[in-house]
Every structure is written in C-alpha cells, then in structure tokens.
C-alpha cells in the first residue's frame, strides 16, 4: 500500500444566507492523504484542517477510515454536538461504498442519500453533478435546504476544494448537517474520485472561541445569539436590560432566567420567565425578574430557546450564558492568595468591590492582627505598597471597601516572600494524588531543620505545635520527605512545614498550610515520579529501568522512553506532567514493556474490581494488537484490532475477572506488562510509537 499526501488549498468564499447574518471566516488549509487499496477503491484521510490561525493535526482526529480497508465505513449517525476536545470526525468514500440500508430519495427536489434504518436520520448525503464540476450542499430537518456551492473544475488548480455547511452557530448541536464532494481532485488537477463522500464534523477547542470556527459555517442560524451582556461578563449594575439575536426560524422566545444554573438548563418553572416575541428582558427592576434588584456578588444565567409552532423540531434549545454582579467586598488579589516567592517589593493590588469609593488596606505578619484591624488610612487607588518585606516570611493582608453608605469588610488573603519553605509535592491543591504518595518540599535560605505537620483537619494543622498530635517530628536540613504511610482513598489531608534554626531568635518560622486530596481509585502506575537522574545518583529513577522493555533481548522489539532527556514524554499526556512512549518494532515478533509491582499488588483491595488504562497511538502505526498481561502469562487484547492507530487519547476498562479467569490471583499480583502483537504465538509485524498514562484500578460504580 502506497500513501501519497494531497495538499488541498481552501479559498476564503463568501457566503449569502436567507437571512443574510451567516459571516465567514476561512478555513485556510486542509491536508489529505490518499490511500489506495490494491483490488480495491482508494479512500481518503484527512492530516490536519487549519480555521482561524488554530491547526488540527493527524493526532487530534478521529476519521471514520480504516486504513487499508477495500471499502470505508460510515461514521456514526449522531447529531454533531460540541464536545470538551477539539474534534473533526470525517468520513471519505466513493458513493459506490454507501451502505446497503442508504437509499437515494426525492427531497426538496435533490437526490439524496438516506438511512432507511432511522425513522429521523441526521444526515443526508447528496450526490450531485457530474464529472467536470462538483458540488457541496447541506439540508437541515424539516426539509430546508442549505448553503450549495458550485465549482468548475478548470478552478481547482488554483483554488482548491470549497467546504461549505448548514446548521446552527455558537456552540451548539448541529442536526442534519451533511457534506458531499462529487469531484475531488490534487493541487494538479488529478481527478482523484468520480464521487467521494465527507461526513460527520465535530468541532470544538478548549481555548478557542467556538463562534470563530461556527462563524465560517453558512446556512440558517437557529438559536439564539449574540447575548448582551456577553456571556461570562462582569456587570456592574443591579438592573439588566437582556437582549438577543434571534433565530432564523423564530417566531417567538421562551425566556429562563435565575441564579441557579440547574434551574435555567433543565428548563425548571422557577426559572421560565414566559414565552414572548420581544428579543429583550428586564431584571431587577419592580415588576420585572429580581424585583429587589441584582445582587452584588451573585451570578446569573439565562437562555433563550427559539420557537417556531410550524417546524417539528421547535423549539431550539440554546446555550445557557452567564453574567455575574461584582462583590462590594474587594476582589482579585495580586498578588493571589496563598502565593509563594513573591517579590520583596511586591506593590498589592486588587479589583475595587461594587460601588467602592474609598479602600482601608491592612497588613502585617500576624493574621489575628491584620482580621481584628480598624482605623486605617483610607485610600483612593485599589493598590498598597508595604514598603521592602523580609525574606522567607508570610505576610497578611486585607481591604476594606467603602461605598458611602458602608464599610465591607473583606477577607483575609496571605503571601510567603521569597526564600521561604516552598515547592510543595503534591502540589498545593492537587487532586487524584496516589495513596502511597511521599511528600516533599523545598527548604527555606534560613532552615537548619523542619518541623512538619500532617492530618485530615485543616484548622487543626494550622494550629498545631509540637505538643500535637498533628507533629510528626523534625526532619534536618537536607531530608525534605515523608512518607505518611498508606493513606486513604477520595480524602483530603493538610500539612505545613515550619522552618528552625536554633541560632536565630525569630526560628521557628511558621509555614502555610497546604493539601491535597487522593484519588478514589488505587494508582498502578501514573507515570509521574520518573526522573531524568542517570545513575550512580542514587536518586536515579529513569522509566526505562523501571518498565524493563526488550533492550538487548532479539525476540522483543519494545522499547522504552526517549534517548535523550526528558526521557518520559513530556508533552502528549493524558494527566499530570508525564507518560511514557513506548516505541515497538514487531519485525521481531512482538514488543513488551513489563513492570514489577510494589503497590498495589493486591488488586482486591478497597474492592476494586477493573483496571483501566489511557493510551494514545497515530494512525502511522502499523496496525498491531495492542494487550495487557498480568503475572507474564494472563493476557487480555484490546477489542479493537486497531488501537495502535487510534490518535486520541482512549480509556481501555479491563474487568479483572478476564485475569482471574485465566488463573491469576489477584490478592497477589506481580507483573503488570503492555506490548503489541501477539505474545502467545509471534509473528513479525510493523512498527510504531504508543502512549500509556494513567494506569489505574476502580471500585465498582455506584
């Protein structure tokens, strides 16, 4: 099999809707690859897809292609629905491989592929034009047709491919959205298919606006948009004027409206503010929603679902937005609360509350002193200066906000300077941390020995002195670790170093409070304490000694961790900071990565009853068969003959009872291994690269 890539340039195209309000912002560039099947028609993968500057690689795609495959499969018939990742799932195929249950109907006066298998199919497929034009069109549900655009094919050696398609904008589910491509040609001018087929996108980003990629989607808007105020803002009133953009189709709105985000998602009465053909709501005003008036500090949500009596699928459902009404109290510290290393000339600021005119600043190094402090100097900007600050000390600050009418007092934020004891692992916060988690810190320029503090109630920690049962004793200069011993699952501990030093009056120094909070699953392995440490440091703990892979052994092509450092992947994880590649070349047979428990090995603890592994491939790999083996000889393969290729990170859940059935006690389990290719019967194979994180044991769901 050969794979020769295509490059396809889209040109910026301006589209005219009914309406008139679609806009467009260019897809600039797309990359497919083409795969010819010897015997068999050639299928289409997509590489990457660039809109708006943001580029969607081969790694981020899900495609509905098997590669290889004499004929492609469809990808599901779901509605198109913005997801948490950054999503294009595309199916490419000639028309002569649609499914035995897809027949051509009359709809609107188009020919038009349909699954005679769905009372309400989602997607229709059209197939239109002949061989020196093509055409893209969209039909919505109901019937409306959607954006068609017409290319000869004397452009598409300057030009490119046109992609065009209907449905609703921001954010929200696309219903009926279908795409299709009757010619399909390379920057040559090669015709690639008589017919080809592309279906099924899903799009979103995490950090990228969602109407900067809807907005180059043409065809009828159907729900609401364009919120004002904008969705997420601060509003500075205790009175709203809502206002929307309707839907295309709308001949009226049902209004939700309430401080609980349930209430306005769910639809529930308490939040229906009525059905109504204004595109506008007052609030907090007598006679109208929060007729007290909006009150400071408080979030709001509201959504607008579009109605229209005379379309089945009316009403529209549309995003819930948000709006919230600043604090009277002072806000947004900076530096933040809890912060570490901060600057001995640090100048605090902060975001004045709700009508504030005046601002009392309080500081100094004793908290019951800076809570209990009246009579300050009023102040007319929202910043402080406290003058140079000593080094490796923690500091307490407050702001009282004055209105005119009243004084708000406002809580009591802190900071360590530089210097101080810091660094702490786990991370202040940090959740999911594993039961058997050894902590550390970084010493403080004054320490000679620390005093550490540890346990489940936070006050207590932050009170405790020697003579408590919180004090777990003094560690010396040079041996900042503890272990707390197993600790228990989905619960919070709190800890606090204080740094000594019997030479100076001022020791001991008295540390924040951190914490952290365990998972509620047992860790096998999460792949984070590794190290780029060569030996003989003791401290030494690269992946590659503790997964031992088939270095120097011939019948074992896997490979562990990069040559070089960072030798655990640093950049495509799935949680935490790491996860480990592993590289396999099954010319040899097969590939294998084993690791010998210390903990958990009794894999029936707390009731556990599934092991569950994240794992990403490419879909460059060679197809092998991606499996999991306990104690060298119990071995469970991943459904999908496949996996190695998939290029998005996927969750494998394994019931241990496959282990148990196979002979494996699993009160004492040894070895856990995760190769590629058969292991009880080996045969050469490809090669490939595989990403493993977060191997993990659960309890049974609830």
Same mark, same amino acid.
């Given at each position: *099999?050969?794979?020769?890539?295509?490059?396809?340039?889209?040109?910026?195209?301006?589209?005219?809707?009914?309406?008139?309000?679609?806009?467009?912002?260019?897809?600039?560039?797309?990359?497919?690859?083409?795969?010819?099947?010897?015997?068999?028609?050639?299928?289409?993968?997509?590489?990457?897809?660039?809109?708006?500057?943001?580029?969607?690689? =081969?790694?981020?795609? =899900?495609?509905?292609?098997?590669?290889?495959?004499?004929?492609?499969?469809?990808?599901?018939?779901?509605?198109?629905?913005?997801? +948490?990742?950054?999503?294009?799932?595309?199916?490419?195929?000639?028309?002569?491989?649609?499914?035995?249950?897809?027949?051509?109907?009359?709809?609107?006066?188009?020919?038009?592929?349909?699954?005679?298998?769905?009372?309400?199919?989602?997607?229709?497929?059209?197939?239109?034009?002949?061989?020196?034009?093509?055409?893209?069109?969209?039909?919505?549900?109901?019937?409306?047709?959607?954006?068609?655009?017409?290319?000869?094919?004397?452009?598409?050696?300057?030009?490119?491919?046109?992609?065009?398609?209907?449905?609703?904008?921001?954010?929200?589910?696309?219903?009926?959205?279908?795409?299709?491509?009757?010619?399909?040609?390379?920057?040559?001018?090669?015709?690639?298919?008589?017919?080809?087929?592309?279906?099924?996108?899903?799009?979103?980003?995490?950090?990228?606006?969602?109407?900067?990629?809807?907005?180059?989607?043409?065809?009828?808007?159907?729900?609401?948009?364009?919120?004002?105020?904008?969705?997420?803002?601060?509003?500075?009133?205790?009175?709203?004027?809502?206002?929307?953009?309707?839907?295309?189709?709308?001949?009226?709105?049902?209004?939700?409206?309430?401080?609980?985000?349930?209430?306005?998602? +769910?639809?529930?009465?308490?939040?229906?503010?009525?059905?109504?053909?204004?595109?506008?709501?007052?609030?907090?005003?007598?006679?109208?929603?929060?007729?007290?008036?909006?009150?400071?500090? *408080?979030?709001?949500?509201?959504?607008? +679902?579009?109605?229209?009596?005379?379309?089945?699928?009316?009403?529209?459902?549309?995003?819930?937005?948000?709006? *919230?009404?600043?604090?009277?109290?002072?806000?947004?510290?900076?530096?933040?609360?809890?912060?570490?290393?901060?600057?001995?000339?640090?100048?605090?600021?902060?975001?004045?509350?709700?009508?504030?005119?005046?601002?009392?600043?309080?500081?100094?190094?004793?908290?019951?002193?800076?809570?209990?402090?009246?009579?300050?100097?009023?102040?007319?900007?929202?910043? %402080?200066?406290?003058?140079?600050?000593?080094?490796?000390?923690?500091?307490?600050?407050?702001?009282?906000?004055?209105?005119?009418?009243?004084?708000?007092?406002?809580?009591?934020?802190?900071?360590?300077? /530089?210097?101080?004891?810091?660094?702490?692992?786990?991370?202040?916060?940090?959740?999911?941390?594993?039961?058997?988690?050894?902590?550390?810190?970084?010493?403080?320029? %004054?320490?000679?020995?620390?005093?550490?503090?540890?346990?489940?109630?936070?006050?207590?920690?932050?009170?405790?002195?020697?003579?408590?049962?919180?004090?777990?004793?003094?560690?010396?200069?040079?041996?900042?670790?503890?272990?707390?011993?197993?600790?228990?699952?989905?619960?919070?501990?709190?800890?606090?170093?204080? /740094?000594?030093?019997? #030479?100076?009056?001022?020791?001991?120094?008295?540390?924040?409070?951190?914490?952290?909070?365990?998972?509620?699953?047992?860790?096998?392995?999460?792949?984070?304490?590794?190290?780029?440490?060569?030996?003989?440091?003791?401290?030494?703990?690269?992946?590659?000694?503790?997964?031992?892979?088939?270095?120097?052994?011939?019948?074992?092509?896997?490979?562990?961790?990069?040559?070089?450092?960072?030798?655990?992947?640093?950049?495509?994880?799935?949680?935490?900071?790491?996860?480990?590649?592993?590289?396999?070349?099954?010319?040899?047979?097969?590939?294998?990565?084993?690791?010998?428990?210390?903990?958990?090995?009794?894999?029936?603890?707390?009731?556990?009853?599934?092991?569950?592994?994240?794992?990403?491939?490419?879909?460059?790999?060679?197809?092998? #068969?991606?499996?999991?083996?306990?104690?060298?000889?119990?071995?469970?393969?991943?459904?999908?003959?496949?996996?190695?290729?998939?290029?998005?990170? #996927?969750?494998?859940?394994?019931?241990?009872?496959?282990?148990?059935?196979?002979?494996?006690?699993?009160?004492?389990?040894?070895?856990?291994?995760?190769?590629?290719?058969?292991?009880?019967?080996?045969?050469?194979?490809?090669?490939?690269?595989?990403?493993?994180?977060?191997?993990?044991?659960?309890?049974?769901?609830?």
């Amino acid at each position: *099999m050969c794979r020769k890539s295509i490059y396809l340039i889209l040109f910026v195209l301006t589209i005219v809707t009914t309406s008139g309000q679609a806009e467009v912002t260019p897809v600039t560039s797309v990359v497919i690859t083409r795969v010819d099947n010897p015997g068999g028609a050639p299928n289409f993968w997509l590489e990457s897809i660039t809109v708006g500057g943001y580029t969607v690689t =081969v790694d981020e795609l =899900v495609t509905g292609l098997s590669e290889g495959a004499a004929t492609a499969q469809p990808a599901p018939y779901n509605d198109i629905t913005v997801a +948490d990742n950054f999503d294009l799932n595309l199916f490419a195929g000639r028309a002569d491989e649609v499914p035995p249950t897809w027949q051509i109907k009359e709809l609107g006066g188009r020919p038009v592929w349909t699954d005679t298998n769905r009372d309400n199919p989602d997607f229709f497929l059209f197939e239109t034009g002949g061989n020196q034009d093509f055409s893209i069109e969209a039909i919505l549900p109901g019937g409306i047709i959607g954006q068609s655009v017409n290319v000869p094919q004397s452009t598409f050696g300057d030009t490119g491919l046109v992609i065009t398609t209907s449905g609703p904008h921001n954010g929200q589910t696309i219903e009926g959205v279908a795409f299709a491509v009757t010619d399909l040609l390379d920057q040559n001018g090669n015709n690639l298919t008589n017919s080809s087929i592309i279906e099924g996108i899903q799009i979103s980003s995490p950090g990228l606006d969602p109407s900067g990629f809807y907005a180059s989607v043409g065809g009828p808007v159907l729900v609401a948009s364009n919120p004002d105020p904008a969705d997420g803002v601060l509003y500075a009133d205790t009175w709203v004027n809502l206002s929307w953009s309707p839907g295309d189709f709308a001949i009226s709105h049902d209004v939700y409206f309430s401080d609980n985000f349930d209430d306005v998602n +769910d639809g529930a009465e308490s939040a229906f503010q009525g059905n109504q053909t204004a595109t506008f709501l007052v609030a907090g005003f007598p006679g109208f929603p929060v007729p007290d008036g909006l009150v400071p500090g *408080m979030t709001y949500y509201w959504r607008i +679902d579009e109605v229209n009596d005379t379309e089945p699928n009316s009403p529209w459902k549309g995003p819930v937005w948000s709006f *919230m009404i600043p604090p009277k109290t002072a806000y947004a510290p900076d530096p933040v609360d809890g912060a570490e290393s901060v600057d001995l000339n640090i100048k605090l600021s902060w975001t004045a509350g709700f009508g504030a005119k005046l601002h009392y600043a309080y500081f100094g190094d004793n908290f019951d002193d800076v809570n209990n402090a009246t009579g300050g100097l009023p102040l007319g900007d929202a910043t %402080f200066d406290p003058g140079p600050l000593d080094l490796a000390k923690t500091y307490y600050w407050r702001v009282d906000e004055f209105d005119i009418v009243e004084t708000h007092k406002g809580e009591i934020w802190s900071f360590t300077t /530089e210097g101080a004891v810091g660094i702490p692992n786990p991370a202040n916060g940090a959740v999911d941390v594993k039961q058997t988690q050894i902590i550390t810190w970084s010493p403080s320029v %004054f320490a000679a020995s620390h005093q550490l503090y540890f346990g489940t109630d936070k006050d207590a920690v932050k009170n405790a002195d020697t003579g408590s049962p919180e004090y777990k004793g003094t560690r010396d200069l040079g041996a900042e670790s503890y272990d707390p011993g197993k600790l228990q699952l989905d619960t919070t501990y709190y800890w606090r170093i204080d /740094e000594a030093n019997n #030479t100076n009056p001022d020791s001991p120094w008295k540390g924040n409070v951190w914490s952290f909070t365990t998972a509620n699953f047992l860790v096998v392995d999460d792949f984070e304490s590794y190290n780029d440490i060569d030996p003989p440091d003791p401290e030494s703990n690269r992946i590659f000694e503790a997964w031992l892979d088939g270095y120097e052994i011939p019948t074992n092509g896997a490979l562990v961790g990069n040559d070089l450092p960072p030798y655990a992947e640093q950049t495509i994880v799935h949680s935490g900071n790491q996860s480990m590649p592993l590289f396999y070349d099954n010319s040899v047979g097969y590939s294998e990565a084993t690791l010998t428990l210390t903990y958990p090995r009794d894999w029936t603890e707390k009731g556990v009853n599934r092991l569950t592994i994240w794992f990403r491939g490419n879909s460059d790999n060679a197809a092998e #068969t991606l499996y999991v083996a306990l104690n060298g000889s119990a071995v469970v393969n991943h459904d999908n003959p496949d996996a190695a290729q998939t290029g998005r990170w #996927t969750e494998w859940s394994i019931p241990l009872r496959a282990f148990a059935d196979q002979g494996v006690n699993l009160a004492n389990v040894n070895t856990i291994a995760i190769g590629l290719g058969n292991k009880k019967n080996p045969i050469a194979g490809g090669s490939g690269t595989i990403y493993i994180d977060d191997i993990r044991l659960y309890r049974p769901v609830p």
